[in-house]
Every structure is written in C-alpha cells, then in structure tokens.
C-alpha cells in the first residue's frame, strides 16, 4: 500500500475518510472547508487533547488501532464528563512521510470504532507531515441536552464521593510494559486501550450528581480538583477503593495514583441512592485538599511536565 509520502495529502484523506461513517449529528462530514454538526441544545461542550509519540503512546507497545482507540477514548470520556452527550471529533494527524498508509488507516479505524461505541463520528480534521514523529491533535464536541453542565465546583460537605469504572489497571499494564513483561494480559491491554463507561455521565446526573470529572491523571489527582474547584475536602476510604487481586501488591497504589483509565469519579448528596456499577470511596467535608484514611495521599499521579 507504500507509505503516506507515497499516497500524497490528497490521497491520504481520500483513505481515511472512507474509513469514517457518519452519525445523524454529523450535516455535513469531511470533504468542505468545515464540518457542520447539529448542536441542538444550542450550546456546545468542547475539549482537546494532543498525543505526542514517546511521551502518550509507544508505537512498539501499541499498535496503530489501540492507539485511535484511546486517543478517542480520553476525549470522549471528557465530554461525558461534563454530563454531555459526545457528538463528534475532530482529528489533526501529523506523521512522518514514511509512515505506512496501512498503519494511517488502522489509526483512524480506531478513532471510528471507539467513536461508534460513544455514539460519535468522526467529522473531518487534518493531516500534515512532519519530521521524526506521530502528533494526534483531537476536539471532541458534545451535546448537553436542555441541561446544565456538570463541574468540577458543585461539591457540597456532606456529599457521599463514588467512583464508575476501573481503576489502576491502566497504570498497571504501563508498569509491566516498563518493565519488558508481557503479562497478565488483561493490564497490557487496559493500557492500550481503555474503556471508559460511557452511560456514567447520564447515570450521574439522573442520581444528582453534583460534580464529575474524568479520571486521567489519577484518582487522588482528579479528586483534588473537584477539592480545589469546590472549596472542600474529599476523604477517601481506601479499604472502599476497588483494588482487585490482578493489580497486585501495588493495587492499591495503582488505584489511588494512576491515570489514563478513563474511570469517573463524582460526588453525590449523601441520600442518593446509586446503582451498583458506582461504588462509594469517601465522603465530602470542610476544608482543603485530599486526604486518604485521614492522611496525606501516596505521590505518584501524572504529570505532563515532570522534572
């Protein structure tokens, strides 16, 4: 199939937008200046993340398809986060000319296929060559339904704090990919590919949720985030931490500080009554920060600027 030099930037977008069925959001998809999406609630949620090879994904750990899975995924996973409804992407894609054609478009059969599972489409965007490495640029868009938005500054003491989703299995798999093992496999592919639970947004908000947020960079992390926006304390309960047996002895550590799962965590009045995929870890309070059994929390969540 040669490579994107040898395909051309015309030729390249003609591939990959084959590859991209459009949803009903989608008016008018790739192939004019800009796409048109519906936008009924006439506000749109937007957010934008960038992928940069070596520093987000490995292409000798991750394959080309795992890899538009999940740089789909962690932005999808913000807009339900917001309480939103994911209509569509937008995806810059920079690559070395000498990049298979092939490994482009099980890229973008990636972005597709993660995109169907939220409900989205794929609705135009870019690509360009460049020297030396993959860059991805996403915009995912979303559509918030006649509701308000859910924040990070909602959280009232008294709050019961409840978490949706897996945790920890992501940073896992990265330990064990570091480490040059290749197993157990379930944590390699959660690193590879996450699988955010879409339903968590509505799930939240019809139970009256009054914050969420994506967890990305590590649940301590991001729950110090909703503490900081909301002028409160969030105490966690470890031994209510789902920490399963696979983690390992760091299970815990891996729960509390690492990210990239796509997991949410959200904070509730301490009446609401949750169903049994949320799992309550602690509670809301006065003051600051987090803690963690009344202590200060382990170190150890991501950085995009480490020292």
Known sequence: MGTIGDVGEFGLIARLTRRLPQGPDVRLGPG???????APDGRVVATTDLLVEGRHFRRDWSGPYDIGRKAAAQNLADVVAMGARPTALLVGFAAPPATEAEWAELLYDGLADECRAAGASVAGGDVVGAPGIVTLAITALGDLGGAAPLTRSGARPGDVV??????????????????????PAQLIAAHRRPEPPYTAGEEARSHGATALLDVSDGLVQDLGHIADASGVRIEVDSSAVPVPEILGPDGLRHALTGGEDHAFAGTFPPNAVLPSSWTVIGSVGEGAGVRVDGREPPAGAWDHFPT
């Open 32 to 38: 004019d200046d800009a796409a048109v999406i519906a």
């Open 162 to 183: 409840a978490v949706r989703g897996r945790l920890g299995h992501a940073s896992a798999g990265l330990a064990l990919l570091t480490e040059g093992r290749d197993g």
